[in-house]
T-cell receptor
Framework: KAGVTQTPRYLIKTRGQQVTLSCSPI?????VSWYQQTPGQGLQFLFE???????NKGNFPGRFSGRQFSNSRSEMNVSTLELGDSALYLC???????????FGSGTRLTVV | QKEVEQNSGPLSVPEGAIASLNCTYS??????FFWYRQYSGKSPELIMF????GDKEDGRFTAQLNKASQYVSLLIRDSQPSDSATYLC?????????????FGQGTILTVHP
């Protein structure tokens, strides 16, 4: 069974640019969550999608957005990049929330 | 007070010993508790989850939950050098919290031969 696939693995962007990250969940998983991981703040919840609907959102500015497609694949977008957006962005999928989430390998974003 | 706090590390134990990792949480409505392991440069990997008070065992790992004390722990028996990693405690908040897990800052465990 394929795991959670995130693309690209690495990205380098310039301040002010925008970026789109992609996540394909495990087959059959309809819930997809996004997290940001930094050395200072640790893992922080960005948002969660289920059946193409955003059900929950973390405490991040509106520059961070996402969407989910009918095949459960999800994308997140960060506009007007800032240096502080440099982080590992992790996508996680679940069949049932209570059983925990399986994380993808992440996208390492560096903003210069 | 942080929502999820883990015992400060790093924690160093000899091979074959029991490693004890602790976590406290502030939301009394929390229902689900998870332990993840993260190797350097890798993504978190789910080790165990627990919902009910008491112990839950899976191989060399035992999770313990005490909701009255708002405390969850992970014991690793017969620790191996391959267990050296950062261990993350995660809590699913109570109420409507779809998809959200609140993570502790992690405890770095080193198992030395």
């Amino acid at each position: 069974k394929a795991g959670v696939t995130q693309t690209p693995r690495y990205l380098i962007k310039t301040r002010g640019q925008q970026v789109t990250l992609s996540c394909s969940p495990i087959s059959g998983h309809r819930s997809v969550s996004w997290y940001q991981q930094t050395p200072g703040q640790g893992l922080q919840f960005l948002f969660e999608y289920f059946s193409e609907t955003q059900r929950n959102k973390g405490n991040f500015p509106g520059r961070f957005s996402g969407r989910q497609f009918s095949n459960s694949r999800s994308e997140m977008n960060v506009s007007t990049l800032e240096l502080g957006d440099s982080a590992l962005y992790l996508c996680a999928s679940s069949f049932r929330t209570g059983n925990g989430y399986t994380f993808g390998s992440g996208t390492r974003l560096t903003v210069v | 007070q942080k929502e999820v706090e883990q015992n400060s590390g790093p924690l160093s134990v000899p091979e074959g010993a029991i490693a004890s990792l602790n976590c406290t949480y502030s939301d009394r409505g929390s229902q689900s508790f998870f332990w993840y392991r993260q190797y350097s440069g890798k993504s978190p990997e789910l080790i165990m989850f627990i919902y009910s008070n008491g112990d839950k065992e899976d191989g060399r790992f035992t999770a313990q939950l005490n909701k009255a004390s708002q405390y969850v722990s992970l014991l690793i028996r017969d620790s191996q050098p391959s267990d050296s990693a950062t261990y993350l405690c995660a809590v699913k908040p109570g109420g409507t919290s779809y998809g959200k897990l609140t993570f502790g800052q992690g405890t770095i465990l080193t198992v030395h031969p």
